[in-house]
């Protein structure tokens, strides 16, 4: 549910700002990054309320702290709800602009609702923005609920605001550069959805890039999972 609800509005936000004779079109970058923070915040409020706690909404997120932690019993469970979260969350975004989709032309605009893509095309730059940003969201996410930072805890409900605000900051400053996808789950379901639904019009999905966003989110959970652990969080 928590995946579900930050792709329904963060794929929503990156469809208003795109798609054709919606009422957001063309209202550019701070709306969409803003529009992803708050996506986020959502999503971890939904997670926590139907019962997880933890509310990764990430592989990325979950296998960065199960290093941390030396505590892999998670990821089995985690990493197929996330996947179908996204995946879900991806059809009720072309539920939601059904109708916009035969109006817009440019094929890979209707992708980009969907999924990520390199503003540069090079794959070893790209993998990098991905294991830069992703590392910079485990990392501080591992900080913000650190004892070093709160002795006596996240003020109940604070936590959300905190990792919004996280990931509205990532997009400004690094997301330029690939699209930031920081999550795989959060690429990778939506993309199979562009896939499988039938949108007029449509292209390829891409899965030449594919891999991309979902190995370099990983690897750069894996590497802020293992400063965590040294620096004992």
């Excluded at 993998?127 to 830069?132: A, C, D, F, G, T």
């Excluded at 690094?174 to 292209?203: E, S, V």
């Amino acid at each position: 549910m928590g995946t579900l609800i930050l792709i329904l509005l963060g794929d929503g936000v990156v469809a208003g700002v795109l798609l054709k004779r919606s009422k957001a079109e063309s209202s550019g970058w701070m709306v969409i990054t803003a529009g992803w923070a708050f996506a986020v915040m959502a999503g971890v409020f939904a997670a926590i309320a139907c019962g997880s706690k933890d509310a990764h909404l990430n592989p990325a997120v979950t296998l960065g702290f199960a290093i941390s932690s030396g505590d892999y019993s998670k990821l089995a469970m985690y990493f197929p709800a996330q996947l179908l979260g996204a995946l879900a969350g991806a059809i009720l975004v072309w539920l939601q602009f059904l109708p916009h989709w035969k109006e817009t032309e440019n094929r890979d605009l209707k992708l980009a609702v969907f999924c990520t893509a390199p503003a540069i095309r090079n794959a070893v730059a790209n993998l990098i923005s991905e294991i830069i940003a992703t590392f910079v969201l485990v990392f501080i996410v591992g900080a913000i609920f650190s004892k070093a930072v709160s002795k006596d805890g996240i003020a109940a409900g604070l936590g959300p605001y905190l990792v919004g605000s996280l990931v509205w900051g990532i997009g400004l400053s690094l997301g330029g550069t690939t699209g930031y996808a920081i999550n795989p789950a959060r690429d990778l379901g939506p993309r199979i959805a562009h896939a499988l639904l039938p949108i007029p019009g449509k292209r390829d999905s891409d899965w030449g890039y594919a891999t991309i966003p979902v190995i370099g989110p990983l690897l750069g959970g894996g590497l802020a999972g293992l400063l965590i652990r040294a620096l004992q969080f």
